[in-house]
């Protein structure tokens, strides 16, 4: 946990608020007693809710985390082990929707609103601390991350999506109302969410340079880039993006271009951060492959769960 605080760039306990206030019951949050794995039905969605006796006691975090297709809410904590995290941790309460038809799948028209509604629905039972609202989800999930970036930008405070382009208002030159930290996690075997360069936007290659055209970290955006050819992304030898902006900084946070997993972190003028760990496996959490149809091995060492904590911890609004 040291070396992944360190990673992060910033201590574990560096934004835990210690306000006392009281909790309230909502609509649909019915239990307000602390629990590992609390249970609520809302407008037909599932929701598993951790809520420690700290963040009864105390202004905690939240953390929305949101399945994938075929998936549930138990399911994708046993990808992301957010909640185990989350309460090994302290500081957030951690949200799990779960869509109840068979087979599960998200309904924008239908399911978005209906998430929003419960994730205000928290903010408000457990009296979270308003700066540290954040979201994430896989595949499905990672697409509901993208949407909610660009239309409740004033809320989330930074987000993960994972193994998910993205599709709403970067792309389309609009970006979101205020630029969300992100850390963007994908993988380049993925046979569902293409990592190269396809004469369709939807790539992983075109979301990254997409949001950093919108960030001001990128001189041209996708559809004005040169990619290489083979469709991925044209670097130097430091692994820096060719048209990167000349005051937008670099690092390497971990790994390589030529490794299992390559981690880097570009930061604007303006102090705006956007991440992208970029992994050698397929639709999987890179530390988590659970296909049972191509078997494969984990391709970074460290908790991918506890990374994504560690990002919402370095990245309160502001």
């Known amino acids: 946990m040291i070396a992944l605080c360190s990673l992060a760039g910033a201590g574990c306990d560096s934004s835990a608020s210690h306000a006392p206030r009281a909790v309230q019951t909502t609509r649909c949050i019915t239990d307000v007693s602390a629990s590992s794995r609390h249970h609520f039905e809302c407008d037909g969605v599932a929701f598993k809710v951790l809520l420690t006796q700290q963040c009864i006691e105390t202004a905690c975090g939240l953390v929305v985390d949101v399945h994938g297709w075929l998936s549930s809410a138990d399911e994708q904590e046993r990808r992301s082990n ?22 599960a799948s998200w309904d924008p028209a239908v399911h978005y609103d209906i998430i929003f509604d419960f994730m205000q629905q928290a903010m408000t039972a457990f009296a979270v601390d308003r700066n540290r609202v954040h979201f994430t989800g896989f595949s ?12 409740h930008a004033d809320i989330i ?28 996690i994908s993988g380049t075997a993925d046979v569902l969410v293409r990592y190269y360069h396809t004469d369709k936007p939807l790539s992983v290659v075109d979301s990254v340079l997409g949001v950093m055209y919108d960030y001001g970290m990128s001189t041209v955006d996708a559809r004005a880039y040169d990619f290489s050819d083979r ?22 946070v971990q790994g390589g271009p030529q490794l299992s997993y390559f981690w880097t972190r570009y930061t604007a ?13 397929g639709h ?32 309160p609004r502001t």
């Open 82 to 103: 957010l909640a185990r995290v989350a309460e090994e941790t302290g500081g957030y309460i951690v949200v799990q929707p779960g869509e109840l038809s068979t087979p």
């Open 140 to 151: 499905q999930g990672g697409q509901m991350t993208w949407k909610f970036i660009c239309d």
């Open 157 to 184: 405070a930074s987000a993960v999506p994972v193994s998910a382009p993205e599709v709403y208002c970067f792309l389309n030159g609009s970006g979101p109302a205020r630029s969300v930290p992100l850390l963007y």
């Open 231 to 252: 469709g991925d992304l044209v670097l130097d030898e430091s692994g820096k993006i060719v048209v990167a902006a000349d005051d937008a900084a670099f690092e390497i």
């Open 269 to 281: 003028a303006d102090g705006v951060v956007f991440e992208h760990l970029r992994h050698s496996n």
């Open 284 to 315: 999987v959490y890179p530390d988590n492959p659970d296909s049972t149809v191509i078997p494969e091995d984990p391709a970074v060492w460290f908790p991918v769960g506890e990374a994504i904590l560690q990002f919402f911890i370095a990245h």
